[in-house]
């Protein structure tokens, strides 16, 4: 297994100082509870201030921490990153990882969803080729950099999950992912407190579609009444294409047919044309509506949707 970070590949990523001897890392997180041995270490200050838990991380087997202000209880000859802003540091390590790869990238937002059509999506790109996602829900300013700069460099596909709770939250992250296509799940009025009506909150989620690399497509819920403000953002992004999913006659990706039972759902559907059945593993028509966006994107990105059956 080839190693993920070099001392060097971090270094020119961050303009960091080194200290210590040369390292190879397998691995990079900010949660000192998560460390393995090989990892880089990533001292964030946020509720806690991670610089507390440099030196537990380098009990737990870390090859080296990344840091703003010098650490307490030090192991001796302890490898170390030093640079202005540690937060800062890890969102230039995931650019710079992005810039790497020559993987096709998907970004999904939604105000429900998110996660389980970011699942779903890994599971149907995997007969592809090698996918990266994101783990858990790691959507947020901390945790899209995160998955960026655990994205290994021979990834054919990735998947990267983007979420918000204030306008203006997408746009910055959006645009660090770059993806080739981008997904908006559906629109609903949650953290409703953080905006003045419904429309703002489809405004916030459109900003996904401002990262869309040149020939990008937007895939949105056609059967949403925001779908056409969602359109006229993806345009506006710079989207060569707009796809719709949902039941719509209009729909690129329609569903066709649907049967439901308690273990799950059997589903036909169109995708861009082409009739295609599969099945959903887990019960719900929200999930089947979602799927359809998956087996979208599985086909925007050049992935096999004849081997995407979920």
Not at 16 to 31: K, L, N, Q, R, Y
Request: hydrophobic content about 45%; charged content about 20%.
């Amino acid at each position: 297994m080839s190693a993920l970070w070099t001392k060097a590949q971090a270094m020119s990523a961050t303009g960091a100082v080194g200290s210590g001897e040369d390292w190879s890392a397998m691995g990079i997180t900010f949660d000192s509870r998560e460390v393995g041995p090989g990892d880089l270490f990533v001292a964030i200050k946020s509720e806690r201030d991670g610089h507390e838990f440099v030196s537990d991380a380098f009990a737990k087997g870390a090859v080296a921490a990344l840091v703003s202000s010098q650490p307490v209880d030090l192991p001796q000859g302890a490898n170390l990153l030093a640079v202005p802003d540690t937060l800062e540091a890890l969102e230039q390590m995931g650019t710079m990882r992005r810039s790497k790869v020559s993987a096709k990238i998907c970004a999904v937002t939604g105000s429900a969803g998110k996660t389980g059509t970011k699942e779903a999506l890994r599971q149907c790109l995997a007969p592809s080729g090698k996918v990266h996602a994101s783990v858990k829900s790691f959507n947020n300013h901390l945790g899209v950099p995160l998955t960026l700069a655990r994205m290994p460099l021979d990834t054919e596909f990735g998947v990267f999950e983007v979420g918000m709770n204030h306008p203006g939250e997408i746009m910055p992250l959006t645009q660090m992912v770059r993806p080739h296509v981008a997904i908006v799940t559906t629109v609903q009025p949650v953290h409703l407190e953080f905006f003045k009506n419904i429309e703002a909150i489809a405004d916030a989620k459109g900003e996904i579609f401002q990262g869309l690399e040149e020939g990008g497509i937007a895939i949105i819920n056609e059967d949403s009444a925001h779908f056409d403000r969602l359109r006229t953002h993806a345009l506006l992004g710079g989207a060569a294409e707009v796809w719709g999913f949902g039941t719509d006659k209009n729909a690129e990706l329609r569903l066709v047919d649907l049967s439901l039972s308690p273990e799950g759902s059997s589903v036909s559907a169109m995708i861009c044309g082409e009739q295609v059945t599969y099945k959903v593993g887990t019960p719900g028509r929200h999930l089947v509506m979602n799927s359809l966006a998956a087996m979208g994107a599985v086909k925007a990105l050049g992935g096999d949707i004849a081997l995407a059956g979920l």
